[in-house]
């Protein structure tokens, strides 16, 4: 097997070790057994295990931030009124979040836990600064646009482990539900505010 290829089978047995498991039970060992890759190329690959959790949160927080500015666009299309464009924007994501479980819930483990703040903060916020960018032009010129991206980030990422976790349905009307709450929130912030806002 290539370095390239190891590299992300070990990635990928660490997502899903923790999302199964969680960060305590995701030892070297267990890893390995998931991955059936001998121990000692995690040490080769990645020098620790704190580097191979960081570089598996890196891998979906990438794929996160492709994803949304993958349909950033929507967002442009004047035709629609802003509501619209938002709830659309909105259930691209939202469907990303509730089609990949073991994504979900390593990302959501990770991102709560010590070892981002130690390790992937800083990088995690200069991913998202292409959004930011985008999103900029959206809302008024005192809105905080990192922290409320943040913030809704952070509230669909809740949801998502609901319903992954059964606790709540994974129908359209949830995701309305969600949307709603989400917009409601944060439509305050917009720069426009047309008739679907009253």
Same mark, same amino acid.
């Given at each position: 097997?290539?370095?390239?290829?190891?590299?992300?089978?070990?990635?990928?047995?660490?997502?899903?070790?923790?999302?199964?498991?969680?960060l305590?039970?995701?030892?070297t060992?267990?890893?390995s057994k998931a991955?059936?890759i001998?121990e000692?190329?995690?040490?080769r690959?990645?020098?620790?295990?704190?580097?191979?959790?960081?570089?598996?949160?890196?891998?979906?927080?990438?794929q996160?931030?492709?994803?949304?500015?993958l349909?950033i666009?929507?967002?442009?299309i004047?035709?629609?009124?802003?509501e619209?464009?938002?709830? @659309?924007?909105?259930?691209?994501?939202w469907?990303?979040?509730v089609? %990949?479980?073991? /994504?979900?819930f390593?990302? $959501?483990? #990770?991102?709560?836990?010590?070892?981002?703040?130690k390790?992937?903060?800083?990088t995690h916020k200069?991913r998202?600064?292409?959004?930011?960018?985008?999103?900029?032009?959206?809302?008024?010129d005192e809105?905080?646009?990192?922290?409320?991206?943040?913030?809704?980030?952070?509230v669909m990422?809740?949801?998502a @482990?609901?319903?992954?976790?059964d606790?709540?349905?994974?129908?359209? %009307?949830?995701? /309305?539900?969600?949307?709603r $709450?989400? #917009?409601?929130s944060?439509?305050?912030?917009f720069?426009?505010?047309?008739n679907?806002?009253?």
């Open positions: 097997m290539k370095q390239d290829d190891l590299r992300q089978a070990l990635i990928d047995g660490t997502i899903h070790v923790i999302a199964q498991n969680g305590e039970k995701a030892t060992k267990a890893i991955t059936g001998n000692v190329y995690i040490y690959l990645f020098e620790n295990k704190e580097m191979l959790f960081e570089k598996a949160f890196e891998y979906l927080d990438i996160l931030i492709d994803k949304a500015l349909h666009d929507i967002m442009y004047g035709e629609m009124d802003y619209t464009r938002c709830r @659309i924007y909105f259930l691209a994501i469907r990303f979040l089609g %990949n479980r073991d /994504e979900i390593m990302y $959501v483990r #990770y991102y709560y836990s010590p070892y981002f703040k390790y992937s903060a800083e200069q998202f600064v292409p959004l930011v960018d985008k999103f900029r032009d959206a809302f008024k809105a905080a646009v990192w922290l409320i991206l943040n913030h809704i980030l952070n990422l809740d949801f @482990i609901m319903v992954h976790n606790e709540m349905p994974k129908e359209d %009307n949830y995701s /309305e539900h969600v949307f $709450v989400i #917009y409601q944060v439509k305050q912030y720069r426009k505010n047309d679907s806002d009253s």
